[in-house]
């Protein structure tokens, strides 16, 4: 995959022969699958790519509770409740673990925060729309989380160890999420004519931003060549974008749901869909801050942290007091 996305123009990454003695043999062991880990050498160009990869991913985890918190209160039954409850946690969880894998080069929690709140650091594009109604949680689960596990599936076998490990656990959870979002529109598709216009209209809004979240088209992405030769990307972005499109259409057919977009087709000889291209000017907008939600989702998390201030200063008071205590005893 790296030496086509090299053809495509991507971003030139270095030859072998380019490379400094420590550079090649730190290529050497990513080409024969030894995993890097904190502790390991590694060229800054690898550790900042990691911390800005890793840490936009916690972003966007923590980002991602806002669309779907929204509905916890208004869910339809006790059990949709308590399911959607769960997963609004566990994405929390995960955005825990991905800090803590993003910490260990060196990178402090605070700062990412900082950069996220700053608007120097970005979170997924696909957390920028709305959720409208219940049947935005069955589409969410299905189709976002659909796109997680296969963008993320990959990443379990990505070079830098905490990372990859991070993943395995997060992958086994998406899994649930997207089980617990297909589960809804089954419902829904066997209710009233009202339910299937609901699942209908969710599936309209949400297919063409999912399909976002695997970034911009290999040719214009700027990162993937050189995230491919560090065993970052094992797969381009429109690899798994047409990986999420095969593995989708058949779903909706059977839940009785039309993809919207006229030139889906599969393709005998190529043995996948053709499917049209994202929306670039809605892609960028939304990457430029100017999504429908991008304002509110930024504002709502800064005010968050700022109201959890305290109670993040009573935890240090308290954890300093215990280790002072601790010392006197000692
Ligand atoms: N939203 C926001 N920014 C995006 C984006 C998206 N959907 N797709 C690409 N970008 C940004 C990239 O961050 C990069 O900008 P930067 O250099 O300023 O960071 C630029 O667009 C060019 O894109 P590239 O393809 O060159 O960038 P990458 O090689 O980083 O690929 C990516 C983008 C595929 C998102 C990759 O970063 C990745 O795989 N990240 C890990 C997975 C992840 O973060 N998923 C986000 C969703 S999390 C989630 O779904 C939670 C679940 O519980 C629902």
Known sequence: MYAQLVETGAKKVPTLAEMTPEEQAFQAKIDAGIKIEAKDWMPEGYRKTLVRQISQHAHSEIVGQLPEGNWITRAPSLK??????AKVQDEGGHGLYLYSAAETLGVSREQMVDDLHAGKARY????????????????????VDGAAIINQIPLCRCSFGPYARAMVRICKEESFHQRQGYDIMISLMRG????????????????????????PSDAESINSAQSAQWGIKLFSN???????????????????????????????????????????????????????????????????????????DALMAHAEKRAARAGKAA
């Open 80 to 85: 949709r409740k308590s399911i959607l409850l």
């Open 124 to 143: 997924s594009s696909i957390f920028n729309y709305p959720t409208l109604t219940w049947a935005d949680m069955g589409a969410i689960g299905w189709l």
């Open 192 to 215: 009233t004519a009202a339910q299937q216009a609901m699942a209908q209209d969710a599936l309209n809004r949400w297919w063409w931003p999912s399909l976002m979240m695997f970034g």
């Open 238 to 312: 429109d690899e798994l974008r047409q990986k999420m499109v095969d593995q989708t259409v058949p779903q909706a057919e059977h839940l009785g749901l039309r993809i919207p977009d006229p030139d889906l087709k599969w393709n005998e000889e190529r043995g996948h869909y053709d499917f049209g291209a994202i929306e670039r000017d809605e892609f960028y907008s939304v990457l430029k801050g100017n999504g429908p939600c991008n304002k509110e989702r930024l504002a709502t998390r800064v005010k968050a942290h700022e109201d959890g201030a305290w109670f993040r």
